[in-house]
């Protein structure tokens, strides 16, 4: 039972990360004026790499509390 509290706690933090991550790329994204399509495209590949980068380690962390519990 513990383990499935932790497993909801840490996808509810990852879901609200995520969306943290997601509202400052579009903010950034919108305070970039003009026609600088390269600009905006530096910011969509570093907020993905951002995210990939940060739900790999989460799940690395959950499967290695499965294997312990």
Do not use: H, P, Q
């Amino acid at each position: 039972m513990e383990s499935k509290k932790k497993f909801n706690r840490t996808l509810t933090r990852n879901l609200i990360i995520s969306s943290i991550v997601w509202v400052s790329v579009i903010l950034s994204i919108s305070l970039v004026s003009g026609d600088s399509k390269k600009e905006i495209g530096y910011i969509l590949l570093a907020a993905f790499f951002i995210e990939f980068l940060r739900i790999t380690s989460s799940n690395k962390i959950l499967k290695n509390d499965d294997k312990k519990g």
